[in-house]
Structures are given as structure tokens and as C-alpha cells.
């Protein structure tokens, strides 16, 4: 099959909602033009040839699985001015090893780069204060992760799978960390959660096998114990708190 490779008109605006590119199989790279300031939702989406994108930095706005199942991209430079990354943005993009997000974004939507299985390596800018549910789901590559500093929530499913995740360092801001959120991360061998938390929901580090250590504070106040199903059968695993 021929690959193609398109450079968009220099006039235009957007490129709209699943009308522009969705699902040109032979689609090879993408240069958009600096008059382009939002991406519409799954406006690339299925384009599994695609290995080269070019995202100026006058875009503003990428909507939801805008990027989704191109299977091909090995690699993405967010846009400087790139204020919230929606949802499932890269969501299955397989071949995805790394992505460069930009200081200026605040928010990681729900499951923005879930399924991204290469995913090596991610930098979450300390602007961030809202992650959105699974947002890094099955990202079985991650290997450390630093969550910045003013998130409060660590929502649902957000690292689940992440198998070979083993350092996490989590913030004094977290009070909540909800169901499932490092559930089968099985590299993960301790874990701190910080004074203020005084929520840990059910099957938080549910199948963490090597997991051994993890401080409980004084402060939470529902019960925990179901966060950490599976766990006392191992011999080593500590508690403090």
C-alpha cells in the first residue's frame, strides 16, 4: 500500500471532528499549518500508518482521541500553549514510547494515554492539578512516575496495569486516592501515602505482589483494608499508621 504523507492548507482553522483524517490507513506524517489552533475530536483517530505528527504551537485545544489507535506513532510533541490534554487523546496508541508535554498544560483527561503499551517515559508538568480517571491505564512500560504537587485526587484506574511501575512519589497535596488507582502494578515495592489522605478506596494496590511496605496515616478515616487485597499472603509486607 502507498503511504501518504499531507501537508494541511496554510489557511486553515481546525481540523474538524472525525470529518478531516479519521482512519486514512495510509496516512504517513502530518504537517499542520500555524493558522490551526484547535484539533477536533478524533480528528487523526485510526490513522494506524501515521509515525510523524507536527503540531504547531499556535494549537490551543487537542479534543478527545484526537491521536487514538494510530498504532504507528512512536512519539508526540505537545504544542507550547497546549492547555488541557482531553480525553483518550492517545488513548491505544501502541506504539507510543514517549510523549513531551508541555508546562502549560493543567489537566490529563481520562484515559488520555491508556493503552499507550510502549509508553517508557513520562514527564507530568508540576502545573498539572487535575488527572483524569485511567489516564495511564496499561501503560505496562512506565517505570517511575512523579505526580506534581497540588493534585489532590488520584482517580480511579489511573496507573492500574502499569506492571512495570516500582517508584512513585506522591505529594503532600493527595487526600484521595481512589478505586483501583495502582491496582496490578506488580513491580511496586513500597509506597508512601502522605499525613493529609483520609480517603484510600477499595482495591487502590489490589494484586501488587511485591509490594512490601506501605504507611498508612493516622488520618484515613474509612477503612482500607480492601485497598490492599491480596497482599497479607506475602510474607514481609508491612504497615505503619
Known amino acids: ?16 471532528w472525525r470529518s ?12 499542520i499549518p500555524e493558522s490551526v489552533t484547535r484539533i477536533g475530536a478524533g480528528a ?3 490513522c494506524v500508518s501515521l509515525t510523524e505528527i507536527d503540531i504547531p504551537d499556535s ?6 482521541g484526537a491521536f487514538s489507535e494510530c498504532t504507528g506513532l512512536t512519539h508526540i510533541k505537545m504544542p507550547d500553549r ?11 496508541c501502541s506504539s507510543l514510547s514517549y510523549v513531551d508535554i ?7 483527561g481520562y484515559g488520555a ?12 508538568p508540576d502545573n498539572v492539578t487535575s488527572i483524569g480517571d485511567g489516564a495511564f491505564y496499561r501503560c505496562k512500560k512506565i517505570s517511575s512516575v512523579v505526580i506534581p504537587d497540588g493534585l489532590t485526587d488520584i482517580k480511579a484506574d489511573t496507573f492500574q496495569d502499569c506492571r512495570k511501575l516500582h517508584s512513585v512519589k506522591i505529594p503532600d497535596s493527595v487526600t484521595r486516592i481512589e478505586r483501583a488507582a495502582f491496582a496490578g502494578c506488580i513491580s511496586l515495592e513500597k509506597i508512601k501515602v502522605p499525613d493529609q489522605a483520609t480517603e484510600i478506596q477499595a482495591y487502590a494496590f489490589k494484586d501488587c505482589v511485591n509490594l512490601t511496605s506501605i504507611a498508612i496515616p493516622d488520618g ?9 487485597r491480596k497482599l497479607f499472603r506475602f510474607k514481609g509486607t508491612s504497615f505503619a499508621g
Open 1 to 16: 500500500m502507498q503511504r501518504i504523507n499531507i501537508c494541511c492548507y496554510s489557511r486553515w482553522r481546525c481540523i474538524h
Open 59 to 64: 494549537v490551543t485545544s487537542i479534543e478527545e
Open 113 to 124: 494515554f491508556a493503552g499507550c503499551t510502549s509508553l517508557t517515559d513520562v514527564d507530568i
Open 102 to 108: 508541555p508546562d502549560s498544560v493543567t489537566k490529563i
Open 44 to 46: 487523526l483517530g485510526e
Open 20 to 31: 478531516t483524517f479519521y482512519g486514512c490507513d495510509a496516512l504517513k506524517s502530518v504537517k
Open 82 to 92: 497546549l492547555i488541557s490534554i482531553e480525553e483518550a487523546v492517545c488513548q491505544d
Open 220 to 228: 484515613v478515616k474509612r477503612s482500607w483494608f480492601g485497598c490492599i
